[in-house]
């Protein structure tokens, strides 16, 4: 008790340090309950029951919500020890060091690669090790890219992340597609994952047709980017639904196209104009007198397709106007990717970024509603 004591004046005094003291403090606390069932004795005590004895602890890391946690993992000398509270990022961890351990074995990168295996806890991986992690990992993803659909999706969200992949002797920059939607009783659900070998709509039209075998039904509304391949397939896959620019995409593109010091001041303007279509004629027309008619003629381009998403109830615009539903995705992907660098092959690329995916879909379909569903 004392310790705790000292953990809640912690916590009233620094509420961020103090909590992750306190998380720090329990699952060490677990991890010794663990050992001491896994043993049959607790540390120095003499009994016939003990089926190992300890061998000190082994530092690991653990990433939480609040923070990179400094655990302190038991070790025993005749068999290794096994713990639950990594087990939710072990996923993403077997996945990573998978990607690493291959790259060195097939002498592609060896930087880092010891200090990487140290963070995980491994001292060292054969081949045979990497293959069963691999095998282990394909049938989770095939799993997972293949569940069945079982919500409708009225709300439908395309992205892409790029990552560096070996091809060969060189690396290429492949681009990831993430499908994710939010289901009819308002959660979001990860719906697949694709790295592209072409952009074209046929590319679009096979994935969204094995979205449908798997039981995608409902669509009301896509967002995306303005890929012109994604536009057709859209078209010809969901008839009688919109597609919607993601504003953010839109605006970034313009801006593109505007001298720096004027980009604040235009994308303010257009923000305020994609509210009205009157509005965003005016813009377009300020834009082109203005000198910026690559800017204008971006705008003009998608002139129908920005406000789509006002035909939808007025509390869920913010949240369907955009792709920042994958903005997190997105990030804890680019994240990961750094400790890899570049992948040694497309495989390694799904094995860890459907690991990840699989994770944050964990969160989504139990955590908090995304939108509030009208009935």
């Not at 400094?70 to 060091?97: D, G, N």
């Not at 002797?169 to 308002?186: C, P, Q, S, W």
């Not at 094995?210 to 896509?222: N, S, T």
């Not at 869920?316 to 920042?324: A, C, G, K, L, S």
């Amino acid at each position: 008790m004392v310790n705790v004591v000292s953990f809640i004046k912690d916590y009233l005094f620094d509420q961020e340090d103090g909590i992750r003291q306190l998380i720090t403090w329990f699952l060490n606390l677990v991890m010794e309950e663990e050992a001491l069932l896994q043993s049959g004795a607790k540390r120095y005590e003499r009994t016939d029951s003990r089926k190992a004895s300890r061998n000190g602890y082994k530092p690991r890391t653990l990433l939480t919500k609040y923070g990179e946690l400094e655990l302190l993992k038991p070790q025993f000398r005749e068999f290794p020890f096994e713990t639950e509270v990594f087990e939710k990022y072990s996923r993403v961890e077997k996945a990573i060091l998978a990607a690493v351990s291959e790259s060195y074995l097939q002498g592609v990168s060896t930087r880092r690669v010891d200090k990487i295996m140290t963070a995980l806890g491994v001292e060292g991986i054969s081949a045979s090790s990497v293959s069963r992690i691999t095998k282990e990992l394909d049938q989770k993803v095939e799993e997972f890219l293949s569940k069945p659909i079982e919500h409708e999706i009225p709300y439908l969200f395309i992205d892409a992340t790029y990552l560096k992949v070996r091809d060969g002797l060189h690396y290429e920059n492949k681009a990831l597609f993430i499908v994710a939607g939010v289901r009819d009783d308002g959660y979001r659900e990860i719906l697949g994952a694709r790295l592209a070998d072409s952009e074209d709509s046929l590319f679009w039209q096979d994935l969204f047709e094995d979205l449908k075998v798997r039981g995608l039904r409902g669509v009301k509304l896509i967002v995306s980017d303005g890929h012109k391949g994604i536009q057709k397939a859209v078209r010809e896959s969901f008839v009688g639904s919109s597609w919607q620019m993601c504003h953010v995409h839109l605006i970034r593109q313009a801006l593109k196209k505007v001298p720096k010091k004027k980009q604040k001041e235009v994308a303010d303007k257009i923000k305020e104009a994609l509210v009205d279509r009157q509005k965003l004629q005016e813009l377009i027309r300020e834009l082109d007198k203005m000198g910026y008619k690559s800017a204008a003629d971006t705008l003009e381009s998608f002139q129908y397709d920005v406000m789509n998403y006002m035909q939808f109830p007025e509390n869920h615009w913010r949240r369907i106007r955009t792709t920042n539903i994958m903005e997190r995705t997105n990030k804890e992907i680019k994240r990961r990717t750094k400790v890899v660098g570049a992948f040694p092959s497309q495989e390694s690329v799904l094995r860890l970024q459907v690991s990840i995916l699989i994770d944050i879909n964990e969160e989504w379909i139990t955590g908090n509603k995304y939108l509030i569903m009208e009935q």
